[in-house]
C-alpha cells in the first residue's frame, strides 16, 4: 500500500456520468466520460479559452483537489527548484559553429528562461545578437522557438515560434542588417528549407495538424499567393523539408513510421519540378543526403532490418540502382549519417550502446571508442560541407555532457566543452551498472542502474522505474543533474530498455507492435520483479514512471501488476487506446495504425487493442497512488485521455490511496516552455514520488 497520505484534501471531483455508445465489428462498447471530448477541440487545441464550460470546470476542480493533496510538499518542492537550479549554470554558451566569415552560438543568461542567438566573426570580434528569445517572449505564457534556419547568404533567418503550446508554429523572416521582421507572418508551418536567399520551400499542417503541404515562397511576395508545389493525400503521411549539407539540393520528404518517399529539387533551379528518388512501399524506409555526384542513402530495403547505407546515382536514384556502401549487420542498427564532402559518418546502437563510425573517401573505415559501461552520444553536424572534425557529445549516467571535437584525419578528440555543476558533482560518489533482466518469454531486457555508492542494496532503497517502449525510441543512458535530488536520497534510478524501442536492433522494436504489444508490459514487470528479488529495492517500494506511449506502458502495467508499486506517474498518457485509434480525425490516428493495428478496419486489431488499453481495462482493484498530468493544448496525446482515466478510475478502484490529475490549462505535450519553468512540472513530480516512499 502507497504511503502517500494527503493531508485532508476536500472531497475528490466525480465527473459526471453521461450515457455514450458506438459499435464496431459487432461490439458495442459504452463510454460514460467520452463528453470529456470537446466538440471543438481544434479550435480550443489553439486557444485554450475556448475550451466549453462545463469540461474547463471540471479540470479546473481536479487541478484544485491536486494542489490541496500535495499542499503538505509545497516547501519540498521549493527546496527541490533550489537544488536543481544550483545544478544548472545561470550563465552559459556552446561551442560555436563555424560557417564561411562566422561563427554561430547560443547562450544563457542568468535568470533568462529563454536562448539568445548570436554570432561573431569566424576567428573571433563583436558579438552580434541574431535573436534574443526572452525578448520576443515578453507578453506570452507560453513561448517556444521552432525553426531557426540562416539563409544561404547570411543575410536573414527563417525563424518559427509556438505561443500556445499547440505545436502550429508561425514562421517570420529576419534581415539580418536591421534586425527587423518582414512585415508578414506565415502560419501553421511545420519546417523550412532556404532554396537560394530570395525563396525558400515550407510545409503546413491543415486542420487535423498533419504537415500535408509544401509551399514555395518568393521574398517579399503575398503567403497567399505562395506556390502550392506537393499536396499528401495519404493521412498515415506528413511531409517536410530540408536542404542538403552541400546547399545543392532541396529534399521534400513524405513519411510515417514504416514508409519513406523522397522527391529533390537542385537549388539552382528553385522553380524545377521536384523528381522522385523511390516511390513508397510498405515496410520501406529509406533517407538521403547528397555527397558529390551522389546521393548517399540508409535503408531497410532488400532485408536490411537494421539498416544499411548504400549510394545511387542522381541521374537515376531508384531503387533498382542502389549500390550498398555499408553492409546490413543484424542487431547493430544504423541510427543516423553525416554525409561531408570528403567523409561518411554513422552513428549505430548495439545492445543498448551506441557507437560512431567513419569511413573516408578512399573507403579506410575507423570506430570512437569509449570505455563506461553505459553511455550517451550524440553527433552534432558541421555547418560546412568540406568539413574535416565531428563533433559529438558524450555523457553518462554519473558523467555530465562533453562536447568534443574530433579530427578525422588525425584521430584525436579534443575536449571543447563539459558541462559545469555550479554545486558540485563528484561522479565517483555514485554508481552506473547495465544489468539485464529475463523476460516473461525469455527476451534479454537491458537496465541502466544509477544510485549513490552509500546506498544499501539490501532491499531497504526505494526505486524510481522508468520506460517508454514505443516507436522505436530508444532511451539513452545519459546524465541528467535533476535526478540526482532522488539519487542524493538514497533511490535507485532505474531505466528499463524495453522491447518498442531499438536499444537492441530493429527487431527489439517489431516484438513490441501491433498484437506483440504486450511483450513492452510483460519486459517492465519483469524489471520490477528482478530489482525486488535482487534486493535493490523491495515490493511495494517503487514509483514507476512513464510519459506519452510511455504513459500507456504505466496505465497498462498498474493494471496488470499494481501490487508492485507504491506510486505510479503516467504524464501526458496516451491511455484511451481503442477510442483515440478509433478516430481518424485525431492529428496521428492515421499514422498509428502501422503502430498498434488499424480496429476501424481489423476486427483481429480491434479484439488486441481492447485487451491492453488501459482505460478500457481499469479494474475492482487496489492500485498505487497515481500522479497523472495533461494539457489542454497537446496535439498528441489529447487532455481527454488522461481526464477519462482518471475519472473512470475513481469509480472502480478499491483503494484509498490518492489519485491525482493535474491539467496545464495554457501549454501542450512538453509542459511549461523556458528552462527554468519546466522544473516546477519536475518538482512536483518528484514531491509526489518522494512522499509515495517515505517512511
Known amino acids: 500500500m502507497s504511503r502517500f497520505k494527503a493531508t485532508a484534501p476536500p472531497k475528490a471531483p466525480i465527473a459526471k456520468k453521461q450515457p455514450y455508445s458506438q459499435t464496431h465489428h459487432g461490439i458495442t462498447t459504452h463510454d460514460d466520460y467520452h463528453w470529456l471530448r470537446a466538440d471543438n477541440w481544434q479550435e480550443a487545441l489553439r486557444d485554450p479559452q475556448l475550451l466549453p464550460t462545463d469540461i474547463k470546470n471540471y479540470l479546473e476542480a481536479e487541478n484544485t483537489y491536486y494542489d490541496a493533496a500535495m499542499a503538505d510538499t509545497c516547501d519540498l518542492q521549493a527546496t527541490l527548484i533550489e537544488e536543481m537550479r544550483g545544478r544548472m549554470q545561470d550563465d552559459v554558451s556552446y561551442v560555436p559553429e563555424k560557417w564561411g566569415d562566422y561563427a554561430y552560438n547560443i547562450r544563457y543568461e542568468a535568470g533568462q528562461e529563454h536562448a539568445i542567438f548570436f554570432r561573431t566573426p569566424r576567428d573571433g570580434g563583436d558579438e552580434e545578437t541574431l535573436l534574443n528569445f526572452n525578448e520576443e517572449a515578453e507578453g506570452f505564457e ?50 523550412v528549407a532556404w532554396c537560394n536567399e530570395d525563396i525558400f520551400f515550407y510545409t503546413r499542417l491543415d486542420e487535423n495538424h498533419r504537415s500535408s503541404t509544401v509551399y514555395r515562397h518568393q521574398l517579399g511576395s503575398d503567403p497567399q499567393t505562395d506556390s502550392l508545389i506537393m499536396t499528401e493525400e495519404d493521412p498515415r503521411f506528413d511531409l517536410h523539408t530540408e536542404r542538403s549539407l552541400s546547399g545543392e539540393y532541396i529534399f521534400l520528404h513524405a513519411n510515417t513510421y514504416d514508409q519513406d518517399e523522397v522527391w529533390f529539387i537542385p537549388t539552382n533551379t528553385p522553380l524545377a519540378q521536384p523528381q522522385l528518388v523511390q516511390t513508397r ?50 542487431g ?112 534479454e531486457v537491458p537496465v541502466t542502474l544509477l544510485y549513490h555508492k552509500d546506498t544499501k542494496l539490501d532491499g531497504t532503497a526505494p526505486c524510481f522505474l522508468y520506460g517508454y517502449g514505443s516507436y522505436g525510441h530508444s532511451i539513452s543512458a545519459s546524465f541528467s543533474s535533476h535526478r540526482l535530488s532522488l539519487i542524493d536520497r538514497g533511490f535507485i534510478h532505474a531505466v528499463a530498455h524495453i522491447r518498442g524501442g531499438e536499444e537492441k536492433g530493429r527487431a527489439w522494436y517489431e516484438d513490441a507492435k501491433l498484437e506483440k504489444k504486450p511483450n513492452t508490459f510483460h519486459d517492465f514487470i519483469a524489471v520490477a520483479e528482478h530489482l525486488i528479488a535482487k534486493k535493490f529495492t523491495a515490493k511495494g517500494n517503487i514509483v514507476c514512471s512513464g510519459a506519452s506511449a510511455g504513459g500507456l506502458l504505466i496505465g497498462a502495467v498498474v493494471n496488470m501488476a499494481p501490487e508492485l508499486f507504491a ?27 502501422t503502430q498498434w493495428g488499424n480496429p476501424i478496419e481489423s476486427a483481429a486489431a480491434y479484439q488486441w487493442i481492447t485487451a491492453y488499453s488501459p482505460y478500457d481495462n481499469v479494474a475492482a482493484q487496489d492500485y498505487p497512488a497515481m500522479l497523472v498530468t495533461a494539457g489542454v493544448s497537446d496535439p498528441r496525446v489529447t487532455y481527454w485521455e488522461p481526464a477519462k482515466w482518471v475519472a473512470k478510475l475513481r469509480t472502480i478502484k478499491t483503494d484509498d490511496n490518492v489519485l491525482l490529475l493535474r491539467t496545464n490549462m495554457s501549454s501542450g505535450h512538453f509542459g511549461k516552455s523556458g528552462r527554468y519553468a519546466g522544473l516546477e512540472d519536475l518538482a512536483r513530480a518528484y514531491a509526489f514520488t518522494l512522499k509515495c516512499t517515505k517512511s
Not at 540562416?150 to 505561443?163: G, R, Y
Not at 572534425?389 to 563539459?418: H, W
Open 142 to 191: 507560453y513561448f517556444e522557438s521552432g525553426d531557426t534556419e540562416i539563409s544561404p547568404e547570411q543575410k536573414q533567418i527563417a525563424w518559427s515560434v509556438d505561443t500556445s503550446g499547440s505545436e502550429c508554429f508561425a514562421l517570420n523572416i529576419r534581415q539580418i542588417s536591421t534586425g527587423q521582421d518582414r512585415d508578414y507572418e506565415i502560419a501553421d508551418v511545420s519546417s
Open 281 to 330: 512501399e510498405e515496410g520501406i524506409e529509406y533517407n538521403i543526403d547528397h555527397q558529390g555526384e551522389k546521393f548517399i542513402i540508409s535503408t531497410n530495403a532488400e532485408g536490411a532490418e537494421d539498416f544499411k547505407i548504400v549510394t545511387a546515382p542522381i541521374s537515376a536514384p531508384q531503387r533498382e540502382n542502389w549500390e550498398t556502401l555499408i553492409e546490413h549487420n543484424p
Open 332 to 443: 547493430t542498427i544504423i541510427l543516423g549519417f553525416i554525409a561531408y564532402q570528403d567523409w561518411l559518418i554513422w552513428s549505430e546502437r548495439s545492445n543498448a550502446l551506441p557507437r560512431i563510425n567513419i569511413r573516408a573517401k578512399d573507403g579506410e573505415t575507423h570506430q570512437i571508442d569509449f570505455a563506461e559501461e553505459a553511455y550517451s552520444l550524440d553527433m552534432d553536424s558541421a555547418m560546412e560541407f568540406d568539413e574535416h572534425e565531428l563533433r559529438f557529445i558524450y555523457s553518462s549516467p554519473t558523467t555530465p555532457a562533453q562536447t568534443y571535437d574530433y579530427d578525422l584525419n588525425t584521430r584525436q578528440r579534443v575536449l571543447k566543452k563539459e558541462q559545469i555543476i555550479p554545486s558540485g558533482h563528484e561522479p565517483s560518489h555514485y554508481m552506473t551498472r547495465r544489468i539485464s533482466v529475463i523476460s516473461h518469454d525469455g527476451a
Open 567 to 593: 506510486g505510479a506517474e503516467a504524464n501526458v498518457p496516451f491511455v484511451d487506446v481503442l477510442n483515440t485509434i478509433l478516430d481518424d480525425t485525431l492529428p496521428l490516428t492515421p499514422s498509428e495504425w
